[in-house]
């Protein structure tokens, strides 16, 4: 866990620490790493299925990487968590709708949180994820050359690796918008684009959950969530005919296979185009 919090997300730490409260309930910590076998994992995923059925595949993850850990230390020769698990069924990726988008965005400002609708409405036109549009500062944004660089010293992103990411008229707009509201309320421009009134971050925590109310508040899915926004962004532009290269590239994935579940969701009307031709 030392080593995750050097150089992983919080995200990702926090997931590896659920993982290993979890792999302790089931397999006492008085036990010899070098003993613990594959059936071991496979009784231990089964039993983080009984209540998180999605999440085991997740803490399997961890557990492999966590002993390929030990194995270079020379505690151990093979991988107990080398298993075969069941294949998961694939669920399409939640696309919410430009409508949608709309009525929360309005619903934020109705609850005195202008900022974070701004920020909803340009992750759906950036793809950004939470952390990254949370940690954006304005040294990252050049808005003469219309461009922002994602990931550098300052803002690890998930791949490790840097991206730039075009700017529309809608995107500069926020953007402005933000700039204004800073020099209106410090005065001055603040190291981050989207912040509080005191000029500090939000925290990625009230930002999700304050979607998440105005959603609710609004009556929407419940299965909406702040990742659905980059669904949403990705899925738009696959619409739009994109080049899946293209919208690897804007999302930064390390993968086109990661890229291709967008393109695995076909237009409906595709669909019905090629039924009729029967």
Known sequence: EKLAEFNQEPKT??????????????IPGN??????????????????????????YNYNRIYHSEFNQFIKLGYLLQNPFDIRLPKLQEEEPIVISDEEIKIICDKLIEMQKPVISDMVEFATL???????????????????????TI?????????KRYRK???????????RRNSERQLTNGKML?????TQNNGKPFKTDTISKSFKKAVRA????????????????????????????????????????????????????ELRSAVNTL
Request: a positive charge; glycine letters at 2%; aromatic letters at 10%.
């Open 13 to 26: 730490v926090s997931l590896m620490k659920t993982a290993n409260r979890r792999f302790l309930k089931v």
């Open 31 to 56: 036990r010899i790493i070098s003993e613990i076998t594959s059936k071991d994992a496979e009784y231990l995923f089964r039993e983080n299925s009984k209540t998180a059925e999605r999440g085991a």
């Open 126 to 148: 950036s793809a950004l994820r939470l952390s990254e549009e949370t940690f954006l500062r304005w040294s990252d944004v050049d808005l003469r050359n219309r461009i922002m």
């Open 151 to 159: 990931g550098n010293r300052l803002m690890k992103t998930k791949s």
């Open 165 to 175: 990411i075009p700017l529309n008229v809608r995107m500069e707009n926020i953007l």
């Open 190 to 194: 603040r190291e981050f684009v989207f």
């Open 218 to 269: 609004a009556g929407l899915s419940d299965e909406y969530h702040w990742h659905c926004l980059r669904s949403t962004a990705a899925s738009n532009w696959v619409n739009r005919k994109v080049p899946i290269y293209t919208v690897q590239k804007l999302l930064g994935h390390a993968k086109t296979s990661t890229t291709s579940q967008y393109y695995a969701k076909v237009n409906i009307d």
